[in-house]
């Protein structure tokens, strides 16, 4: 069930299932396990609320106990994890893509799809010496500072490039676009050139090219990337490459 303007409903936050979910975004990349006084001071939830629900996410093996009497999260989530690149049926298909856009540009390159206003990332391939990047696969990034987010909202329904607007322009680095008729000329831009920049916009000193892939529907299902110093990716060599890349995904899709 949609909205009238198409978009899925807003999730009741006092839902079990809402309260649950938070209390699964609270572990963060790095941490082996979690005391329920962190988790409180994550979530903001009280403790007798999230020690039942955590008690509940064992029982079905989403959550483990560590001897130590902290929470870290279960097999049961990397179970389910595994199978959504699968369930997308895009990774394995461009994977000989992402390879070969590596080697011809010695750069670190990304796959990602959209999931309403952020994008998350299905495959890195980083390259030696590379900067600190935060995106990792399985991470997620706001979609509107990324140009895998550009690339693929320039080619979406209206009502999600609205979303992203509603939700806030939020500033991850000093270069980050944040007025909205600006970003919606970035989009703009992309249908045009068929490419999106992203020039520090999530972080200073690095910068990236993406190109959309698009399905047998002509949906823009996903981007690719290349990542790297901003000096290393401004070149017509690796915007050519991108596009290269992108269309030979779109051919593998269309003829799987």
Known sequence: MTSSEGRPPAADPTSVLARAST????????????????????????????HRLLGQLVALGLVDRDDGGGYRLGMRLFELGQLVPGQHGIEDRVAPVLSGLHAATGLTVHLAVLDRTEVVYLHKVSAPGAPPLASRVGGRLPAHPTAVGKAVLAHSPAPLTRAVLDGGLRRLSPRTVVAPTLFLGQLDAVREHGYAREDEESAVGVSCVAAPIFDRGRRAVAAVSVTARTHDVRSTASVHAVRQAAAEATRLLRAA
């Open 23 to 50: 209390l699964l975004g609270a572990f963060r990349p790095g941490d082996a396990s979690l005391r329920l006084a962190e988790i409180h001071r994550r979530t903001g939830m009280p403790k007798p609320t999230a």
